[in-house]
T-cell receptor, first 106, second 120 residues
């Protein structure tokens, strides 16, 4: 099993600030890393796949980078609707998810 | 736009079998290249992939659950199903059905989720 570790667990920021979320894999997942956003009471929503490709309809303020074992999701300027929990997911092997990073309003 | 909707009992007795169905609308479950998954989330916790089924019945399961999981597809009803046997309280979770099409095992489509509680 490939274990994904996300950090920090919680990120306290203000609207307009830049958010940087990390995901580290226990072994290389090449570029097969995706990011999802989940709001309370809702299903996750796909944001980014294959490290840096934005899903349909996802704003350009969301970007992804990395390769191998270290990946980053960046939100360039937080909008009020971006405060949520973010999960990374790998598909290099059978799918596993990280534990999540909560982006909360400071 | 593909939409998914889970259905099934909200309460399951310990040691029994949890059975859920996902109805796909806005598209065909037989669409080439679309794999249909179940994913669960213990309330307040992270996400766990359970497995997938293809329209032709091919399945692949999470090795940690493989001995208790069975998935099937009914193309005539545009539905796919999950059975999880010998459930315990640890199986209490929100169960999501999800669809991966354009990219293998990238979950573009999600149902709203259904809470299944294991309790006597």
């Amino acid at each position: 099993e490939i274990v994904l570790t996300q950090s920090p667990a919680t990120l306290s920021l203000s609207p307009g600030e830049r958010a940087t979320l990390s995901c580290r894999a226990s072994q290389s997942v090449r570029t097969f890393l995706a990011w999802y956003q989940q709001k309370p009471g809702q299903a996750p929503r796909l944001l980014i796949y294959d490290t840096s490709k934005r899903a349909t309809g996802i704003p350009a303020r969301f970007s992804g980078s990395g390769s191998g074992t270290d990946f980053t999701l960046t939100i360039s300027s937080l909008e009020p609707e971006d405060f949520a929990v973010y999960y990374c997911q790998q598909r290099s092997n059978w799918p596993t998810f990280g534990g999540g990073t909560k982006v909360e309003i400071k | 736009q593909v939409q998914l909707q889970e259905s099934g009992p909200g309460l399951v007795r310990p040691s029994q079998t949890l059975s859920l169905t996902c109805t796909v609308s806005g598209g065909s479950i037989s669409s080439d290249g679309y794999f249909w998954s179940w994913i669960r989330q213990v309330p307040g916790k992270g996400l766990e992939w359970i497995g997938y089924v293809y329209y032709n019945g091919v399945t692949y399961y999470n090795p940690s659950l493989e001995s208790r999981v069975s998935m099937s597809v009914d193309t005539s009803k545009n539905q796919f199903s999950l059975k999880l046997s010998s459930v315990t309280a640890a199986d209490t979770a929100v169960y999501y059905c999800a669809g991966a099409g354009q990219q293998f095992l990238i979950f573009e489509y999600w149902g709203q989720g259904t809470l299944a509680t294991v309790s006597s």
